[in-house]
């Protein structure tokens, strides 16, 4: 089993930055890829970004490419997301996901064995 646990939510203005960290229990964080989601109230959970077991790859949908940046440090089991340029929109709770994926399935929740608990973003003015 792999525990992931998400920080670095808050406030902050658009246009502003934060930075979303995931960290791993275990020693088995090398064997998944990794995504991140977001689900804002009342909508389906939204595929933010993903990236490869050995961050070889990364894909993110048009809504975020560009201003978001996945990356992973295996050395430290830990996940992150730069998150830059932030829109009122984007304001949603977002979740960390570890699975053993499959190009091109990477999109779907359902195919993600482990989630995080979720940290709330909210961009506002």
């Known amino acids: 089993q792999v525990q992931l646990v998400e920080s670095g939510g808050g406030l902050v203005q658009p246009g502003g930055s934060l930075r979303l960290s995931c960290a791993a229990s275990g020693r088995t964080f090398s064997a998944y890829a990794m995504g991140w989601f977001r689900q804002a109230p009342g909508k389906e959970r939204e595929f933010v970004a993903h990236?490869?077991?050995?961050?070889?790859?990364?894909y993110y949908p048009d809504s975020v490419k560009g201003r978001f940046t996945i990356s992973r440090d295996n050395a430290k089991n830990t996940a992150y997301l730069q998150m830059n340029s932030l829109k009122p929109e984007d304001t949603a709770v977002y979740y960390c996901?570890?699975?053993?994926?499959?190009?091109?399935?990477?999109?779907?929740?359902?195919?993600?064995?482990?989630w995080g608990q979720g940290t709330q973003v909210t961009v506002s003015s």
């Open positions: 996901a570890a699975g053993r994926i499959y190009y091109p399935n990477y999109k779907s929740p359902s195919n993600y064995e482990f």
């Open positions: 990236i490869t077991r050995t961050g070889g790859n990364t």
